[in-house]
């Protein structure tokens, strides 16, 4: 329940080891990172994948860690039998609505599921076999480029964010290897514009409460106070 959680510290839900939490909080905290995968323990003892967007906010001139929390376990499943069985690719790439896209070193695009295309404003058959970079504005396209490069280059996993068309997108791009080489480089690329709204949302909202003339007064179900902004305390 929600009492239940409020009395409870995220170490006891997050599967890692409690220094290794602590060490992740303090990287949100210094802003050093912002986005964050675990996997947390349900309350019946079920184990979920889960990503983390965090950010920083004042309220009564008391800082906090602002989290959206998604759980992505069904998402981690398809993303796990993607890498390791090619043969199942296209049931898989279809079954999810995030933009998922395999590419050659060259960019050139091997295969892709529809989400992809369509967000691309084409149809599937149209962009196979074609460079991803004849898709999108060239700066756009050599900044993914240099992505798709890293991972060929240092056969490790990379996540980042940029912006097409005004929509804000989380990408993970990971190494599709055959006899330790890679061969390929997997996407995965989530729209996340409304959580970056929310999040602009909640710190214009959260200033306003804090410079509000007004007396604000916000309480639990039990009538506990639990934050009274600058006004009230006049």
Same mark, same amino acid.
Request: hydrophobic share 35%; charged share 25%.
């Given at each position: 329940?929600?009492?239940?959680? #409020?009395?409870?510290?995220? #170490?006891?839900?997050? %599967?890692?080891?409690?220094?290794?939490?602590? @060490?992740?909080?303090?990287?949100?905290?210094?802003?050093?990172? =912002?986005? &964050?995968?675990?996997? $947390? @323990?349900?309350?019946?003892?079920?184990?979920?994948?889960?990503?983390?967007?965090?950010?920083?906010?004042?309220?009564?001139? !008391?800082?906090?860690? &602002?989290?959206?929390? $998604?759980?992505?376990?069904?998402?981690?499943?398809?993303?796990?039998?993607?890498?390791?069985?090619?043969?199942?690719?296209?049931g898989i790439l279809n079954?999810?609505?995030?933009?998922?896209?395999?590419?050659?070193?060259?960019?050139?695009?091997?295969?892709? =599921?529809?989400?992809?295309?369509?967000?691309?404003?084409?149809?599937?058959?149209?962009? %196979?076999? $074609?460079?991803?970079?004849?898709?999108?504005? !060239?700066?756009?396209?050599?900044?993914?480029?240099?992505?798709?490069?890293?991972? &060929? =280059?240092?056969?490790?996993?990379? #996540?980042?964010?940029?912006?097409?068309?005004?929509?804000?997108? &989380? $990408?993970?791009?990971?190494?599709?290897?055959?006899?330790? !080489?890679?061969?390929?480089?997997?996407?995965?690329?989530?729209?996340?514009?409304?959580?970056?709204?929310?999040?602009?949302?909640?710190?214009?909202?959260?200033?306003?409460?804090e410079q509000s003339p007004?007396?604000?007064?916000?309480? =639990?179900?039990?009538?506990?106070?639990?934050?009274?902004?600058? !006004?009230?305390?006049?």
């Amino acid at each position: 329940t929600r009492g239940q959680l #409020q009395k409870m510290k995220i #170490q006891d839900i997050n %599967i890692l080891p409690s220094n290794e939490v602590q @060490r992740q909080l303090e990287e949100a905290v210094g802003a050093r990172s =912002n986005y &964050f995968v675990f996997r $947390h @323990r349900t309350a019946g003892g079920e184990i979920r994948w889960v990503e983390v967007y965090s950010s920083n906010i004042q309220v009564q001139e !008391k800082p906090l860690l &602002f989290s959206i929390i $998604h759980d992505i376990t069904e998402r981690k499943k398809i993303e796990d039998n993607l890498l390791k069985s090619e043969s199942n690719i296209r049931g898989i790439l279809n079954a999810t609505q995030e933009s998922i896209f395999m590419f050659d070193r060259e960019g050139k695009i091997v295969t892709a =599921n529809r989400t992809a295309a369509e967000r691309l404003g084409y149809n599937l058959e149209d962009i %196979i076999g $074609h460079s991803f970079s004849e898709f999108m504005v !060239k700066e756009l396209a050599a900044s993914r480029q240099q992505q798709i490069d890293r991972v &060929f =280059n240092e056969g490790v996993p990379v #996540q980042f964010e940029d912006v097409r068309n005004g929509l804000v997108f &989380f $990408h993970n791009f990971y190494p599709v290897t055959e006899n330790d !080489k890679v061969i390929n480089v997997a996407s995965f690329s989530q729209d996340i514009t409304q959580q970056r709204i929310m999040e602009n949302q909640l710190r214009k909202l959260s200033r306003a409460v804090e410079q509000s003339p007004e007396s604000i007064v916000i309480t =639990n179900t039990n009538g506990i106070i639990e934050y009274v902004n600058p !006004k009230f305390e006049e």
